[in-house]
């Protein structure tokens, strides 16, 4: 393979699978190995990094950050560049923007050691942009802009400065369109109340659509039967969506760190939603309550019960409200027993081995053994069914080594020694 600098160390990684010149077949086969390691090896780095502690050196807010945010080996490395980051002191250049960060041994070490770094800080302080060129090269925050943000007395870690790639979170990846169920990204502060409505009909969908194959088939016709029917209808946007604010907001803000009047409004006006929809809610449930249970979302966005039977007004509610939590804990029930882990392999006897779990494909089969007069599998030529009338090939009877006579053994044999030495008599074996 020919590889660019981009795909080097890809390259490099499965140099130590794939023999060179191997056909095809073999490349999709030891490519499949690869992807098989890389998964368990994330797996167990994901699993150290949960079980393991964490270890603070400063123990200064901007490390405790770091230790909720990184993974175990990078978390490592950030301790390092902040030991390292207690050698320099920082000098202001630039009053707020440019600083200057020199080893307290510049003096006495050699001309050609670069001792004196300048940073570069942004106007809202979310990034700091060093000369060593650290953080462009690995992702990883130098000691020196490190140093400039103890300085500053920043508590937390800019997000600017904070890869995905490096985070505990760095497996967590949707698509564009649901980027924000994402758990380092999270659902804003407040929603619509549409939105939250629509969102617990679906889940409720999914339950009794996972129930058998009937109720999949129905559900699912009947979401592309809405789908088709609600794609016209929201073509027409009237701002007031999840997606369309996040939109308005990240185009109209400026900075990260002051908050815009956009967020500000967007805020308040979901704030407003959120507490109108919970009184149409209210006022929804109040007037008309279904006796089997079931509630649907009209087209204004407000829940309306099906009521089939009877109505349930006044000191009732509180009779309605507990029939629904107890549904939803039965729900959440059955939802967590599909969640069980799986049953302990039993454990082999013997002292525990540090070998790694190995896929169905590099299982290797016991050698099998072939019949010497039929070639076939699973018995010998004495038992073969073509061997006929063939007499079995007679024992060999054993005998001394010694003398070559049967009967007995060379430790039991009287035949006489000769001894080819001078001064060593001859002897029996007995």
């Known amino acids: 393979m020919t590889g660019t600098q981009r795909s080097e160390s890809a390259n490099h990684m499965l140099k130590?699978?794939?023999?060179?010149?191997?056909?095809?077949?073999?490349?999709?086969?030891?490519?499949?190995?690869?992807?098989?390691?890389?998964?368990?090896?994330?797996?167990?780095?994901e699993k150290s990094t949960k079980l393991a502690g964490v270890v603070l050196k400063v123990n200064i807010p901007i490390e405790r950050h770091a230790s909720t945010v990184y993974t175990r080996a990078m978390f490592e490395l950030f301790g390092k560049s902040l030991y390292y980051s207690g050698s320099y002191y920082i000098k202001e250049l630039v009053p707020r923007t440019e600083y200057l960060a020199t080893h307290v041994k510049a003096e006495s070490r050699e001309k050609w050691y670069k001792s004196r770094y300048k940073v570069v800080v942004?106007?809202?302080?979310?990034?700091?942009?060093?000369?060593?060129?650290?953080?462009?090269?690995?992702?990883?925050?130098?000691?020196?802009?490190?140093?400039?943000?103890?300085?500053?007395?920043?508590?937390?870690?800019p997000r600017?400065?904070?890869?995905?790639?490096?985070?505990?979170?760095?497996?967590?990846?949707?698509?564009?369109?649901?980027?924000?169920?994402?758990?380092?990204?999270?659902?804003?502060?407040?929603?619509?109340?549409?939105?939250?409505?629509?969102?617990?009909?679906?889940?409720?969908?999914?339950?009794?659509?996972?129930?058998?194959?009937?109720?999949?088939?129905?559900?699912?016709?009947?979401?592309?039967?809405?789908?088709?029917g609600a794609l016209p209808l929201s073509n027409l946007k009237d701002g007031m969506s999840l997606i369309e604010k996040r939109k308005a907001c990240n185009s109209s803000s400026v900075g990260k760190s002051v908050p815009s009047k956009c967020s500000q409004k967007q805020n308040i006006d979901d704030g407003a939603a959120s507490s109108a929809g919970k009184i149409e809610w209210r006022n929804a449930k109040a007037r008309t309550v279904g006796g089997d249970g079931k509630s649907s979302v009209n087209g204004n966005g407000n829940i309306e019960a099906n009521s089939a039977s009877s109505t349930v007004q006044g000191d009732d509610l509180s009779t309605v409200d507990s029939n629904i939590a107890l549904t939803s804990r039965t729900m959440d029930t059955e939802s967590n027993m599909s969640l069980l882990p799986p049953k302990k392999k039993p454990r082999m006897r013997g002292h525990p081995t540090t070998a790694r779990d190995k896929s169905n494909y590099e299982i290797n089969d016991k050698r099998s053994r072939?019949?010497?007069?039929?070639?076939?599998?699973?018995?010998?030529?004495?038992?073969?069914?073509?061997?006929?009338?063939?007499?079995?090939?007679?024992?060999?009877?054993?005998?001394?080594?010694?003398?070559?006579?049967?009967?007995?053994?060379?430790?039991?044999?009287?035949k006489v020694l000769y001894s080819t030495l001078d001064g060593v008599p001859s002897v029996g074996c007995i």
């Open 16 to 45: 130590n699978y794939v023999p060179p010149a191997c056909p095809m077949n073999l490349f999709v086969k030891h490519y499949a190995k690869v992807l098989f390691d890389r998964e368990q090896e994330e797996g167990f780095q």
């Open 122 to 157: 942004s106007e809202f302080r979310d990034f700091f942009s060093c000369e060593c060129g650290l953080f462009e090269h690995m992702g990883m925050i130098c000691c020196h802009a490190l140093k400039v943000m103890i300085v500053l007395g920043l508590n937390e870690i």
């Open 160 to 228: 600017k400065h904070i890869l995905k790639r490096w985070t505990v979170d760095a497996r967590d990846s949707l698509p564009e369109h649901l980027k924000h169920y994402q758990k380092d990204v999270g659902l804003p502060d407040c929603t619509t109340f549409r939105h939250n409505a629509m969102y617990i009909s679906a889940l409720e969908l999914v339950m009794m659509g996972d129930s058998n194959p009937e109720a999949f088939d129905y559900v699912m016709s009947g979401l592309a039967e809405l789908k088709k």
């Open 370 to 414: 072939f019949c010497t007069i039929c070639r076939g599998k699973g018995h010998k030529r004495t038992t073969c069914p073509q061997r006929g009338n063939e007499a079995q090939k007679p024992r060999k009877i054993p005998t001394c080594t010694n003398c070559g006579i049967a009967g007995h053994r060379r430790n039991t044999c009287s």
